[in-house]
């Protein structure tokens, strides 16, 4: 196992997330993958709101959206970050998908562009943060590969 690989995805993963707040308007984003409700696997974008290392990936959503309605049906996920522009890497991680509504977690993971989605902020009942845990890595940075288990 190569750490230095796995850190460095993991510094990757932390600066495509929102937190900490971000000035520029930018919007970083990867690719959430889950089941949809016939089985099959459907990709959809969303922006990261938290992270830590390629351990865990926190996203806030809705309690109705497609997203976590995927996610009660089958907790099983896959997360892909990649660039097209040098340095390319591509990290994908798989692993499982929790449905948090702990007020303490969802004002730790909210983040100021979610407002537009949740007027009532953190505190909407609405919001709930998706928890990416990873189990399987299949990693390429710095034109190297890594792959395995956490």
């Known amino acids: ?16 997330t929102m937190q900490p707040e971000r000035e520029t308007g930018e919007c970083p984003h990867c690719v959430l993958i889950l089941r949809d409700l016939d089985g ?6 969303k ?40 340095p390319i890497h591509n990290i994908t991680l798989t692993g499982k998908i929790e449905i948090i509504t702990d007020p303490a977690i969802k004002k730790e993971m909210w983040y100021s562009g979610m407002s537009m989605y949740f007027p009532g902020g953190a505190d909407d009942p609405n919001l709930c943060v998706l928890m990416f845990k990873t189990e399987r890595y299949n990693l390429f940075v710095d034109d190297k590969g890594e792959v395995g288990t956490l």
């Open 1 to 16: 196992m190569d750490k230095s690989i796995i850190d460095k995805a993991g510094e990757i993963i932390a600066g495509q």
């Open 40 to 45: 099959y696997p459907i990709g959809s974008t």
């Open 47 to 86: 922006s990261p709101a938290k992270s830590y290392g390629i351990q865990w990936i926190a996203f806030c959503d809705g309690l109705e959206s497609n997203a976590t309605k995927r996610a009660r049906e089958c907790n099983l996920a896959s997360v892909c970050f990649s660039s097209g522009t040098a």
